[in-house]
C-alpha cells in the first residue's frame, strides 16, 4: 500500500464524486444474481423480502454508539475554503457544499465550529409552514464567515413549506459577504428542481468519497483510539487478517461514505468471538475481533410504494416526525409504515424523530433509484 499524501485534498465539484467500484469478484458474484433474479421473478428477491433481520443482528446494530468525528473531511473542508475565507474580495461570495446524507456529525457545523465562523440555525420545523411567521435571518456579523450548515432543516416538501427557503437563498445571495451553505444531496436535488435553486448558489462542491486505503486508515486509526490497537481483525470466513481486498469491497459497498462505512464495519465485528477462536488457530497472546460477512439489509414488501415514499421524505429532510411526515407525503396516513421500517431496522427513531439508519442507506438508495426516483448527485 502506498503512503498517503501529506497534504490534505481539496472537496471536488459536484458531479465528480468518484464513487469506489466493487473488487473483480465481488462484481462477478452481483451480476450472476442479476441474471439469476431476471429468470427466478422479483417476488423471491430478498432485498425486499417479509423476514427480518436476525434477532443478533438486531442487537449489534442497537450497540453501536455515535460515531467518531471524521477529522480528515473538516481537514479537506478548511483546505478547501481557508484561503477563501481570509480573501477580502472574492470571485464569489457564496459557497455550496453538497453532502452525503444521513450526516450525523454534521460536518460542515464541525468545519464552522473549528474555525469560529457563525452558524445561522433554522427555525423551528413547527413555523416553516406557516408563511406569515417572521423568520429574521442577518447576515451582519463580526465574524468572517457566515455558514447554514443544513439547508434541509430549513423546509419541508409542501406547497406552504417552500416560502422561508426561498427568502433566505435570496438573502444569502444578496448580502455580498463569505456564506457557506451546506445541504444534503437528496435536499438539494429536490431544491433545485421545486425553486430553481442552482440559479442563485454556484455549483456545488463535494468532499471526496473514502477509498480503500482511505477507510482502512480511518478505521484502524479509530480502533487504535478505543483502545483496540493491540487487536487482530480476522475473516470468519477464512481466518485471514482483513487487508485491502476488504476494504476495498466496504468502500463499495458503503459508497465511500465514511459514516456508512464505520456503521457496517461495526456491525459485521462479532460480539462473541469464542467459537471462532476455537475453530482458528491464532497466537495464544493475540486478541482477535473477527468480521463475519457485510449486513444485508432488507425493506419490507408489504406496502413497498409506501415505504420508499417514506424513506425518501427522510432522507430529502433528514429526518421527520410522524406529524411532519404526514404532512410531505401524498397521502395522510405515510407514518403508518413507519412501525415495519423500523422493524426491519432500515429507519431508527430517536426523540420521536425518525431518520434512515447509515448502514442501510446504500440499500435504501439502491432500492429508490430501481424504482425510479429522481437520484441525488455527488
Not at 42 to 62: F, M, Q, Y
Request: charged share 25%; aromatic share 8%; with cysteine.
Amino acid at each position: 500500500m502506498s503512503e498517503p499524501s501529506s497534504e490534505p485534498l481539496t472537496f471536488n465539484t459536484l458531479g465528480n464524486y468518484q464513487w469506489p467500484s466493487m473488487p473483480a469478484d465481488e462484481s462477478i458474484r452481483g451480476f450472476g444474481w442479476q441474471i439469476w433474479k431476471r429468470f427466478k421473478g422479483t417476488a423471491d428477491d430478498p432485498s425486499v423480502s417479509d423476514p427480518l433481520l436476525k434477532w443478533d443482528n438486531k442487537k449489534r446494530l442497537e450497540r453501536i454508539t455515535d460515531a467518531p468525528a471524521c477529522e480528515t473531511v473538516v481537514t479537506e473542508m478548511e483546505a478547501t475554503f481557508g484561503d477563501w475565507a481570509k480573501d477580502k474580495n472574492p470571485s464569489r461570495w457564496l459557497q455550496l457544499v453538497v453532502m452525503p446524507p444521513i450526516d450525523i456529525n454534521n460536518v460542515v457545523r464541525m468545519w464552522a465550529r473549528s474555525n469560529g465562523h457563525h452558524v445561522i440555525e433554522p427555525p423551528p420545523r413547527e413555523l416553516l409552514l406557516d408563511r406569515s411567521a417572521e423568520v429574521n435571518v442577518s447576515f451582519d456579523y463580526d465574524a468572517s464567515v457566515v455558514v447554514i450548515p443544513q439547508l434541509e432543516r430549513w423546509f419541508l416538501r409542501h406547497q406552504d413549506g417552500l416560502c422561508h427557503v426561498r427568502k433566505l437563498l435570496q438573502h444569502a445571495a444578496g448580502a455580498h459577504r463569505h456564506c457557506v451553505i451546506g445541504c444534503n444531496s437528496w435536499a438539494w436535488q429536490f431544491l433545485d428542481k421545486a425553486i430553481c435553486a442552482g440559479r442563485l448558489l454556484p455549483v456545488g462542491l463535494v468532499p471526496n468519497a473514502f477509498d480503500a486505503q482511505r477507510l482502512q486508515s480511518w478505521l484502524i486509526d479509530a480502533a487504535e483510539r478505543e483502545g483496540k490497537g493491540d487487536h487482530a481483525f480476522r475473516l470468519v470466513e477464512s481466518g485471514d487478517i482483513v487487508g485491502s481486498v476488504y476494504f476495498a469491497k466496504l468502500a463499495a459497498r458503503s459508497l465511500g461514505i465514511p459514516l456508512v462505512a464505520w456503521q457496517q464495519w461495526q456491525l459485521a465485528i462479532q460480539t462473541d468471538p469464542g467459537k471462532m477462536q476455537k475453530k482458528r488457530e491464532t497466537s495464544p497472546d493475540e486478541k482477535t475481533y473477527w468480521l463475519s460477512k457485510f449486513e444485508e439489509f432488507h425493506l419490507p414488501s408489504d406496502d413497498a410504494d409506501a415505504s420508499l415514499l417514506t424513506l425518501h421524505a427522510l432522507l430529502i429532510h433528514d429526518g421527520l416526525t410522524a406529524e411532519e411526515l404526514d404532512e410531505v407525503m401524498p397521502s395522510v396516513d405515510g407514518s403508518n409504515v413507519l412501525p415495519s421500517l423500523q422493524a426491519a431496522r432500515v429507519i431508527e427513531s430517536q426523540q420521536g424523530r425518525c431518520r434512515c439508519i447509515p448502514a442501510a442507506y446504500p440499500a435504501i438508495r439502491s432500492k429508490l433509484v430501481d424504482a425510479g426516483f429522481s437520484k441525488d448527485k455527488l
